[in-house]
Nanobody, 122 residues
Framework: QVQLVESGGGLVQAGESLRLSCAAS????????MGWYRQAPGKQRELVAV???????NYADSVKGRFTISRDNAKNTVYLQMNSLKPEYTAVYYC????????????????WGQGTQVPVSS
């Protein structure tokens, strides 16, 4: 089993910054892709940013230049630095990872974090 623990969410004002963290633990041999998604009220969950094991990244157009995704492989942790936040970024933010687990035979699995609220007031 793999567990994800998210932290760092909370109420902020427009223009402020916030840093989200997501730490993975459990039966993990390696982690391939780590990413952040968000779901605003009444909307579908959408990709915010993703970082691959080699370090390449992709961002949603709406957050390019404002958000930075990074990872610490030694800690199995992914971060999302969010700057210049806007009210329209208000959502529940979820981390998502794809792993090769330590089971036998090993298998590739994907996991979601529990979500962390990020309300941005105007």
């Amino acid at each position: 089993q793999v567990q994800l623990v998210e932290s760092g969410g909370g109420l902020v004002q427009a223009g402020e910054s916030l840093r989200l963290s997501c730490a993975a633990s459990g039966s993990i041999f390696s982690i391939n892709t780590m990413g952040w998604y968000r779901q605003a009220p009444g909307k579908q969950r959408e990709l915010v940013a993703v970082i691959r094991s080699g370090g390449s990244t992709n961002y949603a157009d709406s957050v390019k230049g404002r958000f930075t995704i990074s990872r610490d492989n030694a800690k199995n942790t992914v971060y999302l630095q969010m700057n210049s936040l806007k009210p329209e970024y208000t959502a529940v933010y979820y981390c998502h990872i794809e792993v090769l687990n330590r089971n036998w035979p090993p298998s590739r699995d994907a996991y979601w974090g529990q979500g962390t609220q990020v309300p941005v007031s105007s």
